[in-house]
């Protein structure tokens, strides 16, 4: 986890995104964007832009590297239990929603690009 | 808009038919003041700002102010001598004189020069620009110019040349207990502030009703759309690294005239490291104020405000921090 924080993969903006979608905590203040070029149905690229805490950069950065190359619906099926192994473990409650935070909004992203596609 | 300038929109103003406008021009010795203090003496008595720290000379000054306004005459210059006991009461270290021009200005008339004038300086101020007020000190209109346009001025004419910068920006980075501090001081210094906050519960109007500007985002995003300049000073106050190392990221390579963090020495350290880490220099590192304010002691909200505007005026002035 830590070494998707120190070192994250795909984090800055993404240049001509065709989908994209924003997601806060309000009360943490973790704040998201995730930007997808969807060719064909499926992922070409994705990245993030966050001012995050660690546990969401890190679940950022393991999400938009697993999702290249993937297939809209593909993509769309990852859940909070992939997510968590990922992570190497569900972290202590309290902290939950800063990893599931990504994962929503890269959700919203997903169903951005459908409604693009359509 | 800077409090020393005349607008017809200022509602301190509006009741004034004519007003006199004293301006310090000129001083030997070292004034207390600088010159182009200002003071507006109106014709009901109203008096605001002053052209020294008070005394003799306002005195001498609001009297010849008030005969201007219920005359004639559009100016007048006045030298006023000053003996070794009025020096040491305005501060000037031994006897000299003082120039203070008055000028007569009707503050609802949009087409009085001096009006004309300052409203042109104050809507360059508004756009981030400095701006130069010339006044012919004796003949000739009032009128603005920018930082580098010659004033309109013939060869020999005296003038007096009136520089008004913008503001400093203070841009506060977490919207807590002692951002709401800060809001309220930096009033003070005439500071335009900036609350910047991911948080929109915390980032309000109620909480901060001296705020210039609440902003709601992604504070490294926010920042990144300030026009970075030596008067801008950006305080990290979140006390959050979430927030902290983003908004260095984006600023620690821009020209802003002051950044500081809060937190202490270790802390200071760790976020330092891991930027170095990230392959910023250790004198782009160094420009971090962290721990953040001069050393006062104390611990409560308004303390650590005021020490870290302490700190920011110190910079701004070359003194070390």
Redesign the interface.
């Known amino acids: 986890m830590l070494e998707h924080f ?1 070192r994250p993969r795909n984090r800055g903006a993404l240049d001509s995104p065709n989908a994209e979608a924003e997601g ?1 905590n ?6 998201l ?1 995730v930007q997808l070029r969807v060719e064909r149905g499926a992922v070409a690229e994705a990245r993030f ?5 660690a546990i ?1 950069v890190a679940s950022a950065s393991v999400l938009t590297e697993q999702i290249r190359g993937m297939s809209v619906c593909g993509a769309a099926e990852i859940g909070a239990d992939w997510l968590y192994r990922a992570l190497d473990g569900e972290p202590p409650s309290a902290r939950r929603k800063c990893a599931l935070l990504p994962l929503e909004t890269l959700g919203r992203a997903l169903a951005d690009a459908r409604k693009a596609e359509q | 808009m800077p409090t020393n300038l005349i607008h017809p929109d200022d509602a301190a103003l509006s009741a004034e038919p004519v007003v006199a406008l004293a301006t310090l021009v000129g001083a030997t010795g070292s004034t207390s003041k600088k010159l182009g203090a200002k003071m507006i003496v109106g014709a009901s008595g109203r008096l605001i700002g002053g052209v020294t720290i008070g005394g003799c000379v306002d005195a001498q000054v609001i009297e010849a102010a008030d005969a201007l306004v219920a005359g004639t005459a559009d100016r007048r210059l006045l030298s006023i001598s000053l003996d070794d006991d009025e020096a040491w009461e305005i501060g000037l270290t031994c006897g000299g004189t003082v120039d203070v021009l008055l000028q007569r200005v009707r503050p609802n008339d949009a087409s009085d020069p001096v009006v004309a004038a300052h409203r042109r300086a104050a809507e360059m101020v508004e756009r981030g620009e400095s701006a130069v007020i010339v006044t012919p000190l004796d003949a000739g209109e009032m009128h603005t110019v920018g930082e580098d346009e010659a004033p309109d001025a013939a060869a020999g004419e005296r003038v007096f040349l009136d520089r008004i910068a913008p503001p400093m920006t203070l841009v506060i980075v977490g919207a807590g207990h002692i951002a709401m501090s800060l809001t309220t001081l930096a009033r003070e210094l005439d500071m335009h502030t900036v609350i910047v906050d991911g948080r929109g519960r915390y980032a309000t109007r109620e909480r901060f009703p001296f705020a210039d500007e609440i902003r709601v985002g992604m504070p490294s995003e926010i920042v990144a759309t300030i026009r970075p300049t030596a008067r801008v000073a950006v305080v990290l106050v979140a006390h959050d690294y979430k927030y902290d190392l983003p908004v260095l990221r984006a600023l620690l390579r821009s020209p802003v005239g002051y950044l500081g963090m809060l937190g202490s020495k270790k802390r200071g350290a760790a976020v330092r490291d891991m930027l170095r880490g990230e392959g910023y220099t250790d004198d782009e590192l160094a420009r971090v104020h962290s721990p953040i304010g001069l050393d006062l002691g104390g611990r409560a909200p308004a303390e650590v405000a005021l020490s870290i505007l302490a700190e920011i005026v110190a910079v701004r002035y070359g003194k070390r921090a």
């Open positions: 120190r806060a309000p009360l943490c203040g973790d704040r964007r832009t966050a001012d995050a805490c969401c």
